[in-house]
């Protein structure tokens, strides 16, 4: 299996799980499958994961942000993690793409 698929399945099934309603019992079923949580993020970091509009966010160290194409401009979103639900939509990371790639191309 390759890794997007691996890790998209994985957030689509947190996602289903969290975004009726985020409680702290939710959360920790998430983070047992495999959601990241806020600390383990790093800021500029790209993440596969879920949510509503996109499967790929970059944390700005608040948010996570997606880019949308809307007509004939770039419209961007800023979507809590489910740590900091707003009740609104939520993104579910589940792999840190930049560190990937960093080791891909680096080594370890």
Known sequence: M???KEHYDK????????EAEVNKEKLTLAYR??????KELNKGHTYL??????????WNGEYFV????????WIFDFIPHPEEDE???????T?????YIDTQI???
Not at 11 to 18: G, N, P
Not at 50 to 56: F, H, L, S, V
Not at 95 to 99: H, K, L, Q, S, Y
């Open 66 to 73: 997606i880019a949308r194409w809307e007509m004939t401009t």
């Open 49 to 58: 994961g879920k949510c509503r509009g996109a499967t790929m966010a970059q």
């Open 11 to 18: 957030a689509s099934e947190i996602y289903t799980q969290l």
């Open 106 to 108: 680096f080594g370890e």
């Open 33 to 38: 499958h495999g959601m990241l949580c806020l």
């Open 2 to 4: 390759n890794i997007y």
């Open 95 to 99: 792999f840190n793409v930049t560190d």
């Open 87 to 93: 009740g609104h939509d939520i993104f579910v990371p």
